[in-house]
């Protein structure tokens, strides 16, 4: 697996897991109908600080994350980074991959910590990495989320020092 910097030509792949994963309503904050125009305009970076990865095995992507300031200004030394597994390489360590690779990144980039501002309580699997590399939850929001499924969930603040 190798982890790099997106390029225009990875979209057509990233989409529809993408797409998949945001209609299911289950672990983003994004409109559930979010349009693939409007996705692309947010995922992709488009200038530094802001950076889209790729995790790829030769010409398969295998996930993505996103990457950037979390505020602008005097805030602007936490990073904040979002990522999406491909549903058929989920639990191949492609997530910890990018997670690792995105916390190095980051503090290469200056950044002296970095925040997750929506990770869903039910998203467990996510938490249990999250922690595994060092974040803590500083904060849940009491049913800060409308599963699909599951109604009002929680969704956490993490954190972790660079």
């Given at each position: 697996m190798?982890?790099?910097?997106?390029?225009?030509?990875?979209?057509?792949?990233?989409?529809?897991f993408?797409?998949?994963?945001?209609?299911?309503?289950?672990?983003?904050?994004?409109?559930?109908?979010?349009?693939?125009?409007?996705?692309?305009?947010?995922?992709m970076?488009?200038a530094?600080?802001?950076?889209?990865?790729?995790?790829?095995?030769?010409?398969t992507?295998?996930g993505?994350?996103?990457m950037?300031?979390?505020h602008?200004g005097?805030?602007?030394?936490?990073?904040?980074?979002?990522?999406?597994?491909?549903?058929?390489?989920?639990?191949?360590?492609?997530g910890?991959?990018?997670?690792?690779?995105?916390?190095?990144?980051?503090r290469a980039?200056?950044?002296?910590a970095?925040?997750?501002n929506a990770?869903?309580?039910?998203?467990?699997?996510?938490?249990?990495?999250?922690?595994?590399?060092?974040f803590?939850i500083?904060a849940?929001l009491p049913?800060?989320?409308?599963?699909?499924t599951?109604g009002?969930?929680?969704?956490?603040?993490?954190?972790r020092p660079?």
């Open positions: 190798e982890i790099r910097d997106a390029v225009p030509s990875d979209w057509p792949q990233i989409w529809p993408l797409r998949d994963i945001v209609r299911a309503g289950e672990t983003y904050t994004w409109a559930r109908d979010e349009t693939e125009e409007s996705a692309r305009a947010i995922w970076a488009e530094l600080p802001n950076r889209t990865l790729v995790a790829v095995d030769g010409d992507v295998l993505t994350a996103k950037g300031p979390n602008r005097p805030a602007a030394h936490i990073a904040n980074a979002s990522f999406m597994v491909a549903p058929q390489h989920s639990g191949k360590g492609v910890r991959a990018l997670g690792e690779y995105v916390l190095d990144q980051a980039d200056g950044f002296r970095m925040q997750f990770v869903v309580e039910t998203n467990t699997q996510a938490v249990k990495l999250w922690q595994s590399l060092g803590e500083v849940t049913e800060g989320f409308n599963h699909a599951k009002y969930v929680g969704l956490h603040i993490m954190f660079l």
